[in-house]
């Protein structure tokens, strides 16, 4: 054995003993008057090894085990969790989440009403070529070992690779009837290089573009990280050198690698019922996209599509059922149809609220110890069904800048102003992309900028891109989830120069 | 789940026995908390969740693993042991390899509270009560989130060391907005002792905060001087100091603190005469954890005094091949404050923004400490030494390390809260600045 299977040695239940926590957990909550109660039983396999330059910095694997139980009491709301999953344990911690439930309906103003959902007995597991908790851990190792041996060949002073696995095994039952078994994997690479001009004290850092998934090894097997490696060094040392970008407002055309986190944030997050009806108002925020706006916002251009789906192939939010129990497949549901604002994504508990029938299935916790809310499902951007390819984009842009990459982000508590940065930027001049820019950041408001869409790539410049750590909700949860998209062009966009001289 | 100092000790004791390697460190930890969730002037999610953790890293000369687990069972441990060995096994040699630390001398840990330790649901919801009356009777709508918790920590090596840590920690946020979505106030703090929790005074804040900050009006973006109120303090500090306050960087060229031509700026004056922050696990308004980075002792660690950059984070390898002691990162943070107090600060303004937190901060240039940001839930402008109205949120494009050389006046430090800082307690002031960069106008509220 050449992995951390040893860890599979610990106890594990079957599913027969699931199925008696879950007896135990729903025959209290039902005794002590929950209207509605569930369990979810969960189990987090991960491994994270860490590289610098060649030396292994970190190899550690890891298993966290657990349950909570959610209990809707006279509509108020309790939860309660344990990593000891017992009968006893089980039974305890039922009674506390009606404790605590019981405790906070002083507070109720409005009871929480639960519609029917559709109730399953399944198994869900993602579908995956290689497991990656199967792969030898030298051999992972060997591999970030050579991504950082390419870098630091063609010219890095430093590199760091990563990578990081999570095996998710969840149970859930509902006091309806459901009974539901997933599981899911993720892998996530994370490199970067750093260049120094030690004379003028200046750095440069290159972030590798490989995204994380929903996928099994065979996403690292076919994904080219030392080619990428030695590209990043190479890029790095030309950004030390690179012209510095003369603020200004530009067209933008954004590789799928840097504007899929620009959807994450100013269309993602804004159309999130539960921002819209103030639950995440004291933390992430409200939104400016308020109910009275659905069927009628002009979001963007016409060619603005945007899609929500968790049954999209490698998808980070891709999974069988959420975590109220509801049925993804067949739940796919358009956001942004021709530049117009049709859908929020939900959970159990929100659609009545705003004269719709039933939860689209957006609901995750991200632990066992975690209360599910609305999280985001894979939002991506719909290719444009005619030909258009990269160079297709640069060639209307007489004054503009071509962006590679995800740098800083940033966006307010509505969802109106956001900047961001990247990792590569090029001149485009009269068409032609030329030399490499630094420095650059750029601003926008979201209705204007994605109104000022003129321009989308086809399905042959689809790359998903995505985020193993989206933060929200009260204790704060993160989550993972994917988006799609393909190069666009912006018209007139505010650019920065972020360049500074701090210290006395 | 919490074990007491015994439990944590014997479980420490039964991990290392199990232990073939050359040399082991065990790590504990665990948290009882229970919160109440609320928004729009009523209870969401509640709730009382618990966790617990023990990890094993194990060591063959200069090969080292780790594995971790929730399950504390003898079977599971046998399991844990030999994962974390199987991993070292399989691990290239480390050349940066350092041995476990022998038993060291700890402070009291002072962070540690019985009143909230006894924090019941009920409790936390008769907090909470009265801000959601204060609320309803103005016809506002009040958000917010009430913890309290204990949490411990243990760390134990093969080479002796045993140290035991037991924290509790309080959690109070609030956000008042008004129904027509043209006013939002917050107000949010940290404490270790629930008793010294007054929610009601901090629903009124933020309260007064989301009338006051109604219908603002726009100014031009550009460079301002501000007030900072010690949440958007704490927040800018605290990433400064924990996350970029790096020795190894700076000596390999790649920190704020790189020297032109080479190393590290510490011990030169690079920011103004009046700052001084510092770290210390026994401060009265702050207290921190008692160890930090492999077990090392946390102690009172000056970080900027008088300006001077006197101490950067240094990792035990990293010190002992540049000749430096080590330097563990800080369990908690504190920046001295002065005497002039924010009306003061107000009065002797001419022109300027009083802001009352910051949201959504990420670093846009790691040379430099760049950091962009918004502000959030108050700002408001001052015309010759008063506020005259409510304006519109800005996105901030400002260097800490740069601010720190543009502070006109300091108030005194308070225990304090920023989201977007690193977690740590903090006690921070209010400062007047000068220059401060708001890069553009956000139509958020």
């Given at each position: 054995?050449?992995?951390?299977?040893?860890l599979?040695?610990a106890?594990?239940?079957?599913?027969?003993?699931?199925?008696?926590?879950?007896?135990?957990?729903?025959?209290?909550?039902?005794?002590?008057?929950?209207?509605?109660?569930?369990?979810?039983?969960?189990?987090?396999?991960?491994?994270?090894?860490?590289?610098?330059?060649?030396?292994l910095?970190?190899?550690?694997a890891?298993?966290?085990?657990?349950?909570?139980?959610?209990?809707?009491?006279?509509?108020?709301?309790?939860?309660?969790?344990?990593?000891?999953?017992?009968?006893?344990?089980?039974?305890?911690?039922?009674?506390?989440?009606i404790?605590?439930?019981?405790?906070?309906?002083?507070?109720?103003l409005?009871?929480?009403?639960?519609?029917d959902?559709?109730?399953?007995?399944?198994?869900?597991?993602?579908?995956?070529?290689?497991?990656?908790?199967?792969?030898?851990?030298?051999?992972?190792?060997?591999?970030?070992?050579?991504?950082?041996?390419a870098?630091?060949?063609?010219?890095?002073?430093?590199?760091?690779?990563?990578?990081?696995?999570?095996?998710?095994?969840?149970?859930?039952?509902?006091?309806?009837?459901?009974?539901?078994?997933?599981?899911?994997?993720?892998?996530?690479?994370?490199?970067?290089?750093?260049?120094?001009?030690?004379?003028?004290?200046?750095?440069?850092?290159?972030?590798?573009?490989?995204?994380?998934?929903?996928?099994?090894?065979?996403?690292?097997?076919?994904?080219?990280?030392?080619?990428?490696?030695?590209?990043?060094a190479?890029?790095a040392?030309e950004?030390?050198?690179?012209?510095?970008?003369?603020?200004?407002?530009?067209?933008?055309?954004?590789?799928p690698?840097?504007?899929?986190?620009?959807?994450?944030?100013?269309v993602?997050?804004?159309?999130?019922?539960?921002?819209?009806?103030?639950?995440?108002?004291?933390?992430?925020?409200?939104?400016?996209?308020?109910?009275?706006?659905?069927?009628?916002?002009?979001?963007?251009?016409?060619?603005?599509?945007?899609?929500?789906?968790?049954?999209q192939?490698?998808?980070?939010?891709?999974?069988?059922?959420?975590?109220?129990?509801?049925?993804?497949?067949?739940?796919?549901?358009?956001?942004?149809?021709?530049?117009?604002?049709?859908?929020?994504?939900?959970?159990?508990?929100?659609?009545?609220?705003?004269?719709?029938?039933?939860?689209?299935?957006?609901?995750?916790?991200?632990?066992?110890?975690?209360?599910?809310?609305?999280r985001?499902?894979?939002?991506?951007?719909?290719?444009?069904?005619?030909?258009?390819?990269?160079?297709?984009?640069?060639?209307?842009?007489?004054?503009?800048?071509?962006?590679?990459?995800?740098?800083?982000?940033?966006?307010?508590?509505?969802?109106?102003?956001?900047?961001?940065g990247?990792?590569?930027?090029?001149?485009?001049?009269?068409?032609?992309?030329?030399?490499?820019?630094?420095?650059?950041?750029?601003?926008?408001?979201?209705?204007?900028?994605?109104n000022?869409?003129d321009?989308?790539?086809?399905?042959?410049?689809?790359?998903?891109?995505?985020?193993?750590?989206?933060?929200?909700?009260?204790?704060?949860?993160?989550?993972?989830?994917?988006?799609?998209?393909?190069p666009?062009?912006?018209?007139?966009?505010?650019?920065?120069?972020?360049?500074?001289?701090?210290?006395? | 789940?919490?074990?007491?100092?015994?439990?944590?000790?014997?479980?420490?004791?039964?991990?290392?026995?199990?232990?073939?390697?050359?040399?082991?460190?065990?790590?504990?930890?665990?948290?009882?908390?229970?919160?109440?969730?609320?928004?729009?002037?009523?209870?969401?999610?509640?709730?009382?969740?618990?966790?617990?953790?023990?990890?094993?890293?194990?060591?063959?000369?200069?090969?080292?693993?780790?594995?971790?687990?929730?399950?504390?069972?003898?079977?599971?441990?046998?399991?844990?042991?030999?994962?974390?060995?199987?991993?070292?096994?399989?691990?290239?040699?480390?050349?940066?390899?350092?041995?476990?630390?022998?038993p060291?001398?700890?402070?009291?840990?002072?962070?540690?509270?019985?009143?909230?330790?006894?924090?019941?649901?009920?409790?936390?919801?008769?907090?909470?009560?009265?801000?959601?009356?204060?609320?309803?009777?103005?016809?506002?709508?009040?958000?917010?989130?009430?913890?309290?918790?204990?949490?411990?920590?243990?760390?134990?090596?093969?080479?002796?060391?045993?140290?035991?840590?037991?924290?509790?920690?309080?959690?109070?946020?609030?956000?008042?907005?008004?129904?027509?979505?043209?006013?939002?106030?917050?107000?949010?703090?940290?404490?270790?002792?629930?008793?010294?929790?007054d929610?009601?005074?901090m629903?009124?804040?933020?309260?007064?905060?989301?009338?006051?900050?109604?219908?603002?009006?726009?100014?031009?973006?550009?460079?301002?001087?501000?007030?900072?109120?010690p949440?958007?303090?704490?927040?800018?500090?605290?990433?400064?100091?924990?996350?970029?306050?790096?020795?190894?960087?700076?000596?390999?060229?790649?920190?704020?603190?790189?020297?032109?031509g080479?190393?590290?700026?510490?011990?030169?004056?690079?920011?103004?005469?009046?700052?001084?922050?510092?770290?210390?696990?026994?401060?009265?308004?702050?207290?921190?954890?008692?160890?930090?980075?492999?077990?090392?002792?946390?102690?009172?660690?000056?970080?900027?005094?008088?300006?001077?950059?006197?101490n950067?984070?240094?990792?035990?390898y990293?010190?002992?091949?540049?000749?430096?002691q080590?330097?563990?990162?800080?369990?908690?943070?504190?920046?001295?404050?002065?005497?002039?107090?924010?009306a003061?600060?107000?009065?002797?303004?001419k022109?300027?923004?009083?802001?009352?937190?910051?949201?959504?901060?990420?670093?846009?240039?790691?040379?430099?400490?760049?950091l962009?940001?918004?502000?959030?839930?108050?700002?408001?402008?001052?015309?010759?030494g008063?506020?005259?109205?409510?304006?519109?949120?800005?996105?901030?494009?400002?260097?800490?390390?740069?601010?720190?050389?543009?502070?006109?006046?300091?108030?005194?430090?308070?225990?304090?809260?920023?989201?977007?800082?690193?977690?740590?307690?903090?006690?921070?002031?209010?400062?007047?600045?000068?220059?401060?960069?708001?890069?553009?106008?956000?139509?958020?509220?």
């Open positions: 054995m050449r992995n951390a299977a040893a599979e040695a106890e594990q239940l079957d599913l027969t003993g699931k199925l008696g926590l879950a007896d135990a957990a729903l025959g209290v909550a039902k005794s002590l008057g929950a209207s509605y109660a569930d369990l979810r039983l969960c189990r987090y396999q991960t491994e994270y090894f860490e590289v610098r330059e060649r030396r910095e970190e190899s550690s890891g298993l966290s085990a657990g349950f909570s139980v959610r209990v809707l009491l006279d509509g108020t709301w309790g939860y309660a969790s344990s990593p000891l999953a017992t009968v006893d344990e089980v039974k305890r911690v039922t009674a506390r989440a404790e605590v439930a019981k405790a906070s309906q002083p507070l109720q409005r009871k929480f009403v639960l519609e959902v559709p109730v399953y007995q399944d198994r869900w597991d993602m579908p995956m070529k290689a497991d990656p908790f199967k792969v030898p851990a030298d051999e992972k190792i060997a591999k970030l070992m050579a991504m950082n041996d870098a630091l060949k063609a010219g890095a002073d430093y590199a760091t690779a990563a990578f990081a696995f999570v095996r998710e095994e969840k149970f859930f039952a509902s006091s309806r009837g459901s009974r539901i078994e997933q599981t899911r994997v993720r892998v996530m690479p994370d490199t970067e290089v750093t260049v120094i001009d030690k004379a003028s004290g200046h750095f440069a850092t290159r972030d590798g573009l490989a995204a994380p998934r929903g996928s099994g090894y065979d996403y690292i097997l076919s994904y080219d990280f030392t080619g990428e490696a030695a590209k990043a190479e890029q040392r950004k030390l050198k690179a012209k510095p970008v003369e603020p200004d407002d530009y067209d933008l055309v954004l590789d690698t840097n504007l899929w986190l620009t959807i994450h944030e100013s993602g997050h804004p159309t999130e019922l539960d921002r819209a009806l103030g639950w995440e108002a004291n933390f992430a925020g409200t939104t400016f996209v308020t109910p009275d706006k659905l069927g009628k916002l002009k979001y963007g251009s016409s060619l603005m599509n945007i899609i929500a789906d968790r049954s192939e490698g998808g980070l939010a891709t999974v069988g059922y959420d975590d109220d129990g509801v049925r993804t497949s067949g739940a796919e549901f358009p956001i942004i149809k021709d530049g117009i604002f049709v859908n929020y994504q939900m959970a159990i508990g929100q659609a009545q609220l705003i004269g719709q029938k039933s939860s689209n299935g957006c609901a995750f916790a991200d632990s066992w110890s975690a209360f599910p809310i609305q985001m499902p894979n939002v991506s951007l719909v290719p444009n069904p005619k030909a258009c390819s990269l160079d297709d984009l640069f060639a209307d842009v007489k004054h503009g800048i071509y962006i590679v990459g995800n740098g800083s982000w940033s966006i307010d508590q509505q969802r109106h102003n956001f900047q961001f990247g990792q590569l930027f090029y001149e485009i001049r009269n068409g032609k992309l030329g030399g490499m820019l630094r420095d650059v950041a750029y601003q926008g408001s979201t209705v204007e900028f994605w000022s869409m321009g989308i790539g086809d399905a042959s410049t689809y790359f998903l891109g995505g985020a193993p750590n989206c933060g929200k909700g009260q204790p704060e949860q993160t989550a993972p989830v994917s988006h799609g998209a393909v666009a062009r912006f018209r007139q966009v505010t650019v920065l120069n972020t360049a500074r001289k701090v210290l006395t | 789940m919490i074990l007491d100092e015994g439990d944590a000790q014997s479980l420490a004791n039964k991990i290392l026995g199990l232990s073939k390697a050359d040399s082991c460190i065990v790590t504990i930890s665990g948290d009882e908390s229970r919160h109440i969730r609320f928004a729009q002037n009523m209870a969401t999610t509640n709730g009382s969740p618990g966790d617990i953790e023990v990890s094993v890293e194990s060591h063959f000369g200069k090969h080292s693993g780790a594995a971790s687990g929730t399950d504390l069972g003898d079977d599971a441990l046998v399991a844990l042991v030999a994962a974390s060995e199987m991993t070292a096994r399989l691990a290239p040699e480390n050349p940066e390899f350092m041995p476990p630390l022998g060291q001398k700890y402070v009291e840990e002072t962070g540690f509270s019985p009143a909230t330790e006894v924090v019941t649901s009920a409790m936390l919801a008769a907090a909470v009560q009265p801000v959601l009356r204060q609320a309803q009777a103005k016809n506002l709508q009040a958000s917010g989130f009430l913890e309290a918790g204990v949490s411990f920590s243990a760390f134990a090596t093969s080479k002796g060391l045993f140290v035991y840590d037991r924290e509790t920690e309080v959690l109070h946020t609030v956000t008042a907005r008004t129904p027509d979505g043209t006013g939002a106030g917050w107000a949010g703090t940290t404490h270790y002792d629930f008793s010294k929790l929610a009601a005074a629903g009124s804040v933020a309260i007064d905060k989301a009338v006051r900050s109604q219908k603002p009006s726009r100014l031009a973006p550009g460079k301002y001087r501000v007030i900072l109120e949440s958007a303090v704490s927040d800018l500090i605290g990433i400064l100091v924990a996350e970029e306050f790096d020795q190894r960087a700076a000596d390999e060229g790649r920190n704020f603190a790189t020297k032109e080479g190393g590290s700026r510490l011990g030169d004056t690079v920011f103004g005469k009046n700052v001084t922050i510092y770290s210390d696990p026994n401060d009265p308004v702050a207290p921190g954890g008692i160890y930090s980075d492999d077990g090392l002792p946390a102690q009172k660690t000056m970080w900027i005094e008088n300006g001077v950059l006197k950067l984070q240094c990792s035990r990293w010190a002992q091949k540049s000749k430096l080590p330097v563990p990162g800080p369990t908690t943070l504190t920046m001295v404050g002065g005497t002039t107090s924010i003061d600060m107000i009065k002797q303004t022109r300027g923004l009083l802001i009352t937190r910051f949201w959504y901060i990420r670093e846009v240039d790691p040379q430099t400490v760049l962009t940001g918004l502000t959030r839930d108050g700002v408001f402008l001052i015309e010759d008063a506020i005259t109205k409510p304006v519109c949120n800005f996105r901030f494009n400002e260097s800490p390390a740069a601010m720190l050389n543009k502070v006109v006046a300091l108030g005194p430090s308070v225990r304090t809260y920023g989201e977007e800082g690193p977690g740590l307690p903090v006690a921070a002031p209010p400062l007047l600045v000068d220059e401060f960069t708001l890069s553009s106008v956000s139509d958020a509220v």
